[in-house]
């Protein structure tokens, strides 16, 4: 992540996260992100922790691209059952690319599928969102998206 700060820390076995850098770059970006990004990046609970729409902790559930990866794609996080009350349903539109890199984040033993954080950046063309799980870091490069917030059983 160009802003976003995560560090893997032995002594205490887990994540160090640190959103402010990015946070304080954002207002900057007002005028080149895509309008469902900026929402999206800029919701109040996004990068509270302690809010039940922060995405950190929320599981990797399911990956989905239409045989026309290049119309679209969407991504489902599952929610924490101790934090979040709903899941969380990202929509890419106008996909120019999608890249997974596996183990990039990984620490021994952790589990693999939880969301450590995100950061969205303007691109010529739209944006790119950047999301570091646990296990893997997931990078899609699109025109826009849009995210929302829904019943866990939906």
């Known amino acids: 992540m160009k802003f ?4 893997w820390r032995t002594d205490t076995r887990g ?3 640190d959103p402010r850098p990015y946070l304080g770059e954002l207002p900057k970006m007002r005028s080149t992100l895509p309008q469902g990004a900026w929402e999206f990046a800029t919701d109040p609970g996004h990068y509270d922790f302690s809010s039940a729409r922060c995405v950190k902790d929320l599981g990797f559930d399911t990956l989905v691209t239409p045989a026309n990866s290049r119309q679209g794609l969407e991504i489902l996080f599952s929610p924490n059952p101790w934090k979040h009350e709903e899941a969380l349903r990202i929509r890419y539109t106008g996909i120019e690319s999608l890249s997974v890199d596996w183990e990039s984040q990984a620490a021994g ?3 693999r599928d939880s ?4 950061e969205i950046l303007p691109t010529d063309s739209g944006c790119r969102h950047e999301i570091a799980l646990t296990g893997a870091t ?3 490069t699109c025109a826009d ?3 929302s917030w829904e019943p866990r059983n939906r």
């Open 4 to 7: 976003i700060e995560i560090e």
């Open 15 to 17: 994540f160090w996260l």
């Open 109 to 111: 033993g952790s589990v």
């Open 115 to 118: 969301l450590l954080l995100d």
């Open 138 to 140: 997931i990078l899609i």
């Open 145 to 147: 998206l849009t995210a």
